[in-house]
């Protein structure tokens, strides 16, 4: 199937209709009618019922969306990663969610670039859903999440074992901040503490939130390995009798990149997450 085919059928549902897709692709509306003619031969189903009000999609349409998104995104991908730079004679994609980056995505990137310095490596840094995408969609080889998702082919292997505790600056324990640790953290701090459900301060990164408080006070849940040193250097404490809970990091990859290279590459990411890092983000 022609790249063009996919990317006007993805146009046309950003745009909501032909014409609207024609302009922002630069060519005649009969022109885009043409191409989906044609990409609907293609696939013997009809994509899209034209009305009035624009263009919507079938339930073959609704379908073939997430594969034109594949498509899309695997030759975009290609374009941007081939050739192979001089020198090189692979290449690894992978990718960490934000709170993952350092140390632990920072220091598989430099253990790969020692032990395999022949082996081109992007890093990409984004939020779970995002990463599970381009590892679904073929163009991301590996990931650290927290919380992944589980389907056909997906190898999930929890790599450490983490928890959130309530710490508090041990100058100024006010106000709580709600740190944003994902669905199922919140669904199990709303339970367990109904009443800081609502707290009049919310942060949905961490970092940001651990900055605040050493800077002006408060309390909040935090990775346990990242507030270690600031507990063992007096600024924070633990918050007494809070629970705790399971936040543990978990590395995910497509079986059927199961080879001597990727092999290779996991394995440099398991001995990395056995060194003793600075956790700490100061």
């Not at 043409?34 to 696939?43: A, G, N, P, Q, S």
């Not at 998104?69 to 374009?79: D, E, I, S």
Request: contains cysteine; proline residues 4%.
């Amino acid at each position: 199937m022609d790249i063009t085919l996919a990317k006007t059928f993805l146009e046309i549902i950003q745009s909501g209709s032909f014409i609207a897709a024609a302009e922002r692709l630069h060519v005649t509306q009969t022109t885009v009618t043409t191409r989906i003619r044609t990409l609907e031969d293609l696939l013997e189903c009809q994509l899209f019922v034209r009305n009035r009000s624009g263009a919507r999609l079938t339930d073959n349409g609704i379908r073939f969306a997430s594969y034109a998104r594949q498509f899309v995104q695997t030759w975009n991908a290609a374009k941007r990663d081939l050739p192979l730079p001089q020198g090189t004679v692979n290449l690894i994609t992978i990718g960490g969610e934000i709170s993952l980056w350092n140390p632990l995505l920072l220091q598989w990137f430099n253990f790969l670039r020692l032990e395999m310095p022949t082996m081109a490596i992007r890093v990409e840094v984004g939020e779970t859903a995002s990463l599970h995408k381009k590892l679904e969609g073929g163009v991301m080889d590996a990931a650290l999440v927290h919380q992944p998702d589980y389907w056909s082919g997906m190898q999930v292997e929890e790599l450490l074992e983490e928890k959130l505790i309530m710490v508090r600056s041990t100058r100024n324990s006010d106000p709580y901040i709600y740190i944003d640790w994902g669905e199922y953290f919140k669904q199990q701090h709303d339970s367990a503490l109904a009443e800081l459900a609502k707290p009049g301060l919310s942060i949905n990164l961490g970092p940001l939130a651990l900055n605040h408080i050493i800077e002006n006070g408060g309390s909040g849940y935090f990775r346990s390995r990242v507030v270690q040193k600031y507990i063992e250097e007096g600024s924070l404490a633990v918050v007494e009798a809070s629970p705790e809970f399971s936040y543990p990091i978990y590395l995910i990859y497509p079986r059927n990149r199961n080879n001597a290279v990727m092999e290779q590459v996991l394995r440099q990411l398991r001995a990395a997450s056995r060194k003793d890092f600075d956790w700490s983000q100061h």
